[in-house]
């Protein structure tokens, strides 16, 4: 969600940013040196509008994010085509690990529920639980990366796992890691996660983590 905060930011980052890498490169005269990857995303099908999606789906982005990295994409295929430079775009789905940074839900929840393991938190705020993700491991999806590099001829492509699973679910596993079991009450935003074994509410739903747009 914190794209839709920091719209413009997102914009030059991640949009424009990629435009000022591309054109150094140009600008430096090292087309036939470099290669470069462009950290595409899943992000840019959003509102999908094929199931699977694949490299060749309609993009529909959902988020500022998912419009900078629309820029970014064509920016990427552009100077391929005109300065026939070695670049690709890799349009990965949710790659996560422990390095993760903690705004990210995966590891909000995974250090969350460490925390009350620890005792030193009894309870944390989601989103939508039942907004659906492609997570895969970040180690799988780096060698992906690399392999796009390898090609003899530079192409973009689409990395999965093909697997969709829920914030709910995630949150239902990584509890029971810890000998946990989450049973659900209530609706919406007044929905909480309760500790079937101890009676403690373990979770809570906050309306500031929604998306305007779910993808």
């Not at 905060?5 to 000022?20: C, Q, S, W």
């Not at 920016?75 to 996560?96: D, M, P, Q, S, T």
């Amino acid at each position: 969600k914190i794209s839709f905060d920091l719209a413009e930011y997102t914009a030059d980052v991640d949009g424009v940013g990629t435009l000022r890498l591309l054109d150094a490169i140009k600008t430096c005269g090292l087309i036939n040196s470099v290669k470069f990857y462009q950290a595409s995303t899943s992000e840019l099908f959003g509102k999908v509008q094929e199931i699977p999606q694949k490299e060749t789906t309609p993009f529909y982005p959902r988020s500022p994010y998912g419009v900078a990295k629309l820029y970014a994409y064509w920016i990427v295929v552009n100077f391929r085509e005109a300065y026939k430079l070695f670049a690709v775009n890799g349009i990965l789905f949710n790659h996560e690990s422990p390095r993760r940074g903690a705004n990210f839900v995966t590891r909000k929840i995974s250090r969350s529920v460490a925390k009350i393991h620890l005792g030193q938190l009894d309870c944390f705020s989601l989103g939508n639980l039942d907004a659906k993700r492609d997570w895969g491991h970040a180690r799988d999806y780096v060698e992906a990366m690399w392999l796009m590099l390898q090609t003899d001829e530079p192409e973009d492509f689409v990395i999965a796992t093909g697997e969709v699973h829920s914030v709910r679910e995630f949150v239902e596993k990584s509890f029971k890691h810890i000998g946990k079991t989450i049973v659900w009450e209530g609706k919406n935003e007044n929905e909480v996660g309760r500790c079937k074994e101890t009676g403690k509410i373990h979770v809570t739903v906050n309306h500031k983590y929604y998306r305007p747009t779910e993808v």
